[in-house]
């Protein structure tokens, strides 16, 4: 196959000659996942002074939470895990702990389970109940770790929002506290964040500093440094607490950021402002309104065989001839060095000028994770090239 136009094609339509961007690049992929782990045991059934019970008020933040995301990114994950009941359903076969809804996609049949919870269709103390006797913390995030770790769907963020009017569990047991501690350091590692929700007994004010000061990490790009655990009764306070952490401030992607030969810090980009753009048109089939995929398959004019990637060739017009490449040679041509962002030197600012806008701007970031101590040596940069009233000129390869 010959085509005129390739240059345009190849940046335009990847998945035309079906390079996997998400394989090469894990780090754009995007999609969030939440669990709502919510606490089932009978004190969150005892009503506040509010006349609100804890628990609906849990299961209503989930079922908004389902709503908006149907809304604007319905490619997101949520699950629905209870702790502390009777009944036991999970992929670990632990004792009291009740997976309601596994991670997927949010659908109208997910909100209407939870809805039947809150609106008293569904009998929650004859189908599940409550647990007879303390169980090891612990389990609760081993399950949403194994949650996670099923899930055949690839994503960039992983949280638990965590729903609980307990703020001492196992507090006879050090053993199990030890275990649930280290297990939160676990899922830390691997980067699943864990958002504390905490609500307040009617009798008694939670209090983070008997356990969860323990398990809970605070993120610095989302945070201002500080501990937040105010806890509340009232639903419209809880709601508006989950609204502001349900949509994660994402990064388009991770780079190095190479100072000089040898010398390399890790930083996160971000879109200060974005144009928002229509979703795309998703094809749907005539009978069952089942979503369509569009596959592309090229046949041989002569014999009708289907043809094979490495069968194909692209021809580009070039002096009056027809140059010929291989798929492979193309994807080399576009990425033809390793992405990063390379420090040129500095200039005076006023050799700035406002015309040098051609776009937007991108906010960049250290990322500690990706290597350590980035935050120390970006922050020295930043303070050094403000104070001699320079700035930075860089070559950027994004991936």
């Known amino acids: 196959r010959m085509s005129g136009s390739i240059w345009d094609e190849l940046w335009e339509d990847d998945d035309k000659y079906g390079t996997d961007q998400d394989e090469q690049f894990p780090a754009w992929m995007n999609k969030d ?10 004190a969150m059934f005892k009503e506040t002074d509010d006349g609100e019970i804890p628990f609906e008020n849990a299961v209503k933040c989930a079922t908004a939470t389902l709503a908006d995301k149907i809304i604007s990114t319905d490619s997101d994950l949520v699950g629905v895990c209870f702790f502390g009941t009777r009944k036991s359903k999970n992929p670990n076969n632990f004792d009291n702990i009740f997976v309601l809804q596994d991670l997927d996609v949010p ?4 909100i209407l389970d939870l809805e039947s919870l809150t609106s008293k269709k569904t009998d929650f103390h004859a189908e599940i109940g409550h647990a007879n006797s303390e169980f090891p913390f612990q389990d609760a995030l081993w399950t949403c770790s194994t949650l996670f770790s099923s899930s055949m769907t690839k994503v960039g963020h992983k949280r ?4 609980t009017n307990e703020d001492n569990p196992n507090s006879e047991d050090s053993h199990a506290r030890a275990q649930a501690i280290q297990r939160a350091k676990d899922l830390a590692e691997l980067g699943i964040d864990i958002e504390l929700f905490s609500m307040n007994k009617p009798d008694q004010a939670f209090d983070p500093t008997k356990f969860y000061v323990e398990i809970i990490s605070i993120n610095e790009e989302d945070n201002d440094g500080t501990w937040n655990f105010d806890a509340t009764s009232k639903f419209e ?13 994402r990064s388009l992607g991770r780079l190095f950021l190479t100072i000089a030969d040898g010398v390399q810090i890790g930083v996160k980009f971000y879109n200060i402002v974005q144009e928002t753009v229509k979703g795309s048109f998703i094809p749907l089939h005539a009978k069952t309104n089942e979503p369509l995929k569009r596959v592309t398959k090229y046949v041989c004019e002569d014999t009708g065989s ?12 070039y002096g009056g001839k027809k140059v010929y490449f291989e798929k ?4 080399k041509v576009k990425y033809m060095c390793s992405p990063e962002i390379l420090l040129l030197g500095f200039k005076s600012r006023s050799c700035l000028k406002a015309y040098h806008n051609i776009k937007h701007s991108s906010f960049i970031y250290p990322d500690e994770q990706y290597v350590k101590g980035s935050t120390v040596a970006f922050a020295a940069l930043l303070s050094r090239t403000i104070c001699e009233r320079k700035y930075s000129s860089i070559c950027s390869t994004p991936l």
């Open 237 to 249: 306070e809880l709601r508006q607490r989950v609204r502001r952490k349900e949509f994660k401030k």
């Open 160 to 163: 638990i929002f965590l729903f």
């Open 107 to 110: 659908d109208a049949q997910r």
């Open 328 to 331: 492979p040679v193309l994807n």
């Open 33 to 42: 996942a939440i669990i709502f782990l919510i606490d089932a045991q009978e």
């Open 306 to 317: 289907l043809l094979m990637d490495y069968q194909l060739l692209y021809g580009y017009d």
